[in-house]
């Protein structure tokens, strides 16, 4: 039997080697896993759909009771995960029989008849999902406090935001109910809440993990899904499994060298790294933030790599506002097709205000702005892949957000916000779009202005818990990669992982 304290201090990898050695079984892992769930969650509200009964079915499965069913495998790839319990965001991906609904009213109800390629690829790793995790309404927030759901909490500090979107996959793996769970990335939704709550987190590349089968480029190809964890090598163990996009028929990220778990401990050599404390999308950075970037710098000199104080030129308005129109299409998409599973349009009281005004945005966009705010998105892309070439620039450190995380509640719309929302409502010319999706996301963008630009150039970025200020909270520091280089990323990662080890750091709340 294994108890909750030897189940919390190990990895997802390290509990996989124990059910295959026959040290522990799979059933036992699951149940500690159910039991702190049942204790943590209430005061967190991180898991807002529970599968404990499926989860035990699968269990037994792996124990060795034959496949009722007779079915053939998922797909024919490792299980290096076989047995460890998992989480699954209630957004994006879809999990066969089970709701999915967004935080979202509007899609309450609705249960997916079959799971998405990438959750096929979690359960062929050997993950057993115990359930849902909490996101904001239609993933379309830097906070997790929906209506439906009510705010999932930090376990670092109670009265404050994990972050979001995937900010109850973060809460849940930092509460050491899980040790990974799912998440995905528009803006920087796995390394918001990474950050937010002391994890390890990865954005892959675009094309890198599949998409679909019936979504292929959410929000335009901004979003990008994949796990929060404690180690580094969850994370590259993972990816490793769930890496192939072809079956998707998305594009595919270029191919590795070598299995990602395999640029764990290897050594990253002398890296180039390019460093700014200041916002990217936002006005301003706070002292704390700074300090962690700061901080961060000053080891990886310490490690033997180059740094200099340095960052690529490109116009953040235009390219700010090329991703506001982006993700204000993406959710009125979003928005729309629930609205025709019901055999009508989304209106306003089927969203939040603030939901609502983005999808109100999103419908307005004409074609061809639409068609610039891609071209600018790419453009960007060039004008950051440009300057690390021709600055032989590997590394691209900032922190991860402007400021910590925030309390409960703070992110809400202000008078500048509703002034933009009456006006949106009024039907504005095309013209004026661009301003008003500012002002209405002003206050996230300088929370959370540092994450986006990498969902718009497709490159890989993530957030590593290097720091913790004053309070005690963490502040994640981000590091981004050329397009395709995920490697340079894990190489660094595990470098600083064992250089300043984060896994034994522990929150309150656990």
């Given at each position: 039997?294994?108890?909750?304290?030897?189940?919390?201090?190990?990895?997802?990898?390290?509990?996989?080697?124990?059910?295959?050695?026959?040290?522990?079984?799979?059933?036992?892992?699951?149940?500690?896993?159910?039991?702190?769930?049942?204790?943590?969650?209430?005061?967190?509200?991180?898991?807002?759909?529970?599968?404990?009964a499926?989860?035990?079915?699968?269990?037994?499965?792996?124990?060795?009771?034959?496949d009722?069913?007779?079915?053939?495998?998922?797909?024919?790839?490792?299980?290096?995960?076989?047995?460890?319990?998992?989480?699954?965001?209630?957004?994006?991906?879809?999990?066969?029989?089970?709701?999915?609904?967004?935080?979202c009213?509007?899609?309450?109800?609705?249960?997916?008849?079959?799971?998405?390629?990438?959750?096929?690829?979690?359960?062929?790793?050997?993950?057993?999902?115990?359930?849902?995790?909490?996101?904001?309404?239609?993933?379309?927030?830097?906070?997790?406090?929906?209506?439906?759901?009510?705010?999932?909490?930090?376990?670092?500090?109670?009265?404050?935001?994990?972050?979001?979107?995937?900010?109850g996959?973060?809460?849940?793996?930092?509460?050491?109910?899980?040790?990974?769970?799912?998440?995905?990335?528009?803006?920087?939704?796995?390394?918001?809440?990474?950050?937010?709550?002391g994890?390890?987190?990865?954005?892959?590349?675009?094309?890198?993990?599949?998409?679909?089968?019936?979504?292929?480029?959410?929000?335009?190809g901004?979003?990008?899904?994949?796990?929060?964890?404690?180690?580094?090598?969850?994370?590259?163990?993972?990816?490793?499994?769930?890496?192939?996009?072809?079956?998707?028929g998305?594009?595919?990220?270029?191919?590795?060298?070598?299995?990602?778990?395999?640029?764990?401990?290897?050594?990253?050599?002398?890296?180039?790294?390019?460093?700014?404390?200041?916002?990217?999308?936002?006005?301003?950075?706070?002292?704390?933030?700074?300090?962690?970037?700061?901080?961060?710098?000053?080891?990886?000199?310490?490690?033997?790599?180059?740094?200099?104080?340095?960052?690529?030129?490109?116009?953040?308005t235009?390219?700010?506002?090329?991703?506001?129109?982006?993700?204000?299409?993406?959710?009125?998409?979003?928005?729309?097709?629930?609205?025709?599973?019901?055999?009508?349009?989304?209106?306003?009281?089927?969203?939040?205000?603030?939901?609502?005004?983005?999808v109100?945005?999103?419908?307005?966009?004409?074609?061809?702005?639409?068609?610039?705010?891609?071209?600018?998105?790419?453009?960007?892309?060039?004008?950051?892949?440009?300057?690390?070439?021709?600055?032989?620039?590997?590394?691209?450190?900032?922190?991860?957000?402007?400021?910590?995380?925030?309390?409960?509640?703070?992110?809400?719309?202000?008078?500048?916000?509703?002034?933009?929302?009456?006006?949106?409502?009024?039907?504005?010319?095309?013209?004026?779009?661009?301003?008003?999706?500012?002002?209405?996301?002003?206050?996230?963008t300088?929370?959370?202005?540092?994450?986006?630009l990498f969902?718009?150039?497709?490159?890989?970025?993530?957030?590593?818990?290097?720091?913790?200020?004053?309070?005690?909270?963490?502040?994640?520091?981000?590091?981004?990669?050329?397009?395709?280089?995920?490697?340079?990323?894990?190489?660094?990662?595990?470098?600083?992982?064992?250089?300043?080890?984060?896994?034994?750091?522990?929150?309150?709340?656990?």
């Amino acid at each position: 039997m294994i108890d909750a304290s030897e189940y919390e201090a190990l990895d997802g990898l390290a509990l996989a080697a124990l059910v295959r050695a026959g040290e522990v079984g799979p059933a036992e892992v699951v149940e500690t896993a159910i039991a702190l769930i049942g204790e943590r969650n209430p005061v967190l509200n991180a898991v807002v759909h529970e599968m404990s009964a499926q989860a035990r079915e699968q269990a037994a499965k792996l124990a060795g009771r034959p496949d009722e069913d007779g079915g053939p495998p998922l797909l024919d790839l490792p299980a290096p995960f076989g047995g460890v319990p998992f989480l699954v965001k209630d957004a994006g991906a879809a999990v066969a029989g089970e709701p999915l609904t967004g935080s979202c009213r509007l899609f309450e109800g609705f249960v997916p008849r079959r799971d998405s390629e990438l959750v096929r690829r979690f359960k062929a790793a050997g993950l057993i999902i115990l359930g849902k995790t909490n996101t904001p309404e239609l993933a379309a927030a830097a906070v997790t406090e929906s209506k439906m759901r009510g705010p999932c909490r930090n376990p670092w500090d109670l009265s404050r935001t994990p972050g979001g979107s995937s900010g109850g996959s973060a809460a849940a793996v930092a509460a050491r109910m899980v040790p990974l769970a799912h998440g995905a990335d528009g803006g920087g939704s796995l390394r918001i809440p990474g950050s937010c709550c002391g994890l390890f987190a990865l954005k892959p590349s675009w094309g890198r993990n599949p998409q679909g089968p019936d979504t292929v480029e959410t929000w335009g190809g901004l979003a990008q899904e994949h796990v929060l964890t404690r180690s580094v090598r969850d994370s590259a163990a993972l990816l490793d499994v769930t890496c192939d996009a072809k079956a998707a028929g998305a594009g595919v990220a270029p191919v590795p060298e070598r299995p990602f778990l395999d640029e764990v401990g290897r050594d990253p050599g002398r890296l180039r790294i390019a460093m700014t404390g200041r916002s990217l999308f936002g006005r301003e950075t706070h002292a704390d933030c700074r300090a962690a970037a700061e901080d961060a710098a000053r080891l990886c000199a310490e490690l033997g790599h180059d740094v200099v104080e340095d960052f690529p030129t490109f116009d953040a308005t235009a390219t700010r506002r090329a991703f506001l129109v982006l993700v204000a299409t993406g959710v009125a998409a979003s928005a729309q097709r629930g609205a025709l599973a019901l055999g009508r349009e989304a209106r306003a009281d089927d969203l939040e205000p603030g939901t609502w005004m983005l999808v109100r945005a999103g419908g307005l966009v004409p074609a061809d702005d639409l068609e610039a705010a891609r071209e600018r998105c790419a453009a960007a892309g060039r004008e950051v892949a440009a300057f690390m070439e021709e600055r032989a620039v590997d590394v691209l450190l900032t922190p991860t957000l402007a400021h910590p995380p925030l309390a409960i509640g703070a992110p809400g719309m202000g008078p500048d916000q509703w002034t933009a929302a009456r006006e949106l409502e009024e039907g504005p010319s095309p013209a004026r779009l661009p301003a008003l999706l500012d002002a209405l996301t002003a206050r996230a963008t300088e929370f959370v202005g540092n994450t986006a630009l990498f969902n718009v150039t497709g490159q890989p970025a993530m957030s590593v818990p290097l720091f913790w200020n004053g309070e005690g909270l963490p502040i994640g520091v981000q590091f981004a990669g050329r397009y395709g280089d995920e490697a340079s990323l894990f190489r660094l990662a595990s470098q600083l992982e064992q250089a300043r080890p984060w896994s034994g750091r522990r929150p309150p709340a656990s």
